[in-house]
């Protein structure tokens, strides 16, 4: 079976700082993101969020650590991790959550075991 909730050394894949993507992203591998992305990250690794990286848009993964800006839904498998540089402003679904002194969070958090990668839902949030 595959261990759970260990740190991912190597990063697969790379949007550099001063790099904008416009469009959805999926990969079988980790990520990094130290750029801007508008659109939906699908990763069936870790997906890090650099402290000058900002998503807005929909993070689907195993495990993420963000130290920058998202703006968008946060569906973890096993364990996500907020930084103290990071600000997180929507709905978060995981397993495990760290929010480090400093780190800023605005939305929902659900929490507890899945057996699987977590599927969007319709939001039926109120304004």
Known sequence: MAKSYE?????????????????????????????????????????VIGAKGKVKGEVNCLNSEIEGALEGKVMVKELLSLKATSKLVGDIETSKLTIEPGAVFTGKCQMGGSSGMVEPQANSAKK
């Open 7 to 47: 740190p991912e050394t190597k990063l697969h894949n790379l949007i550099g700082s001063g790099t904008k993507i416009i469009g959805n992203i999926e990969t079988t591998e980790s990520i990094r993101i130290d750029g801007e992305i508008e659109g939906n990250i699908a990763s069936k690794g870790k997906v």
